[in-house]
């Protein structure tokens, strides 16, 4: 039987750097990394993860992400198409930089590193602006703007007052 549509599953997981460097060099090379993620029972968010190859068997957590990040693909090497949205990642080893809330681990730092911290920042606090000095600031800009587009007719239409030479204008 044909598969009519091909189900596609997307994750991010998160090594520790050394392993994360033996893994690059192993895809690099083309080499068979056989792996394994297998929740533990009871707990939710925890995975045993192990990779043969390496002899590497650790804790992973699942841990949600501050951002969605977006995947895309190419089937031509030219053309992109949006194939996933990733909003959780499997962070392997020692995490850093989360939080337990409730019954999940919420991470404040993003993917990159234009989004450390991102969760802080945006939840940060917005200074306090005084509307009375918004609208005293307004009408000052109406004043000038207004005295300007005045003089701006004046030169048009021709009168120079009796003044001779160049116009001056006020400086505030």
Same mark, same amino acid.
């Given at each position: ?37 297998? =929740?533990? !029972? ?8 192990? #990779? @043969?190859?390496? +002899?590497?068997? $650790? ?6 992400? =501050?951002? !969605? ?8 090497? #030219? @053309?992109?198409? +949006?194939?996933? $949205? ?87």
């Amino acid at each position: 039987m044909s598969k009519i549509y091909e189900i596609e599953n997307q994750m991010i997981i998160r090594f520790p750097p050394e392993i994360a460097e033996k893994i690059r060099d192993a895809f690099a090379n083309n080499q068979q990394l056989p792996m394994t993620i297998e =929740p533990k !029972i009871g707990k939710g968010l925890e995975f045993e993860v192990s #990779i @043969n190859s390496l +002899k590497y068997q $650790d804790k992973g957590v699942l841990v949600d992400l =501050p951002t !969605i990040t977006e995947s895309y693909k190419s089937k031509d090497y #030219i @053309n992109l198409y +949006k194939s996933n $949205d990733i909003s959780q990642m499997i962070w392997v080893g020692k995490t850093s930089n989360t939080r337990q809330c409730g019954d999940k681990v919420v991470c404040d730092s993003g993917l990159t590193p234009p989004t450390y911290d991102i969760r802080k920042d945006f939840h940060r606090k917005q200074p306090q602006i005084d509307i009375g000095e918004i609208q005293r600031v307004e009408k000052e800009l109406h004043s000038i703007q207004s005295e300007f587009m005045k003089q701006a007719e004046d030169e048009e239409n021709g009168s120079d007052d009796g003044k001779k030479g160049k116009k001056r204008y006020n400086k505030f």
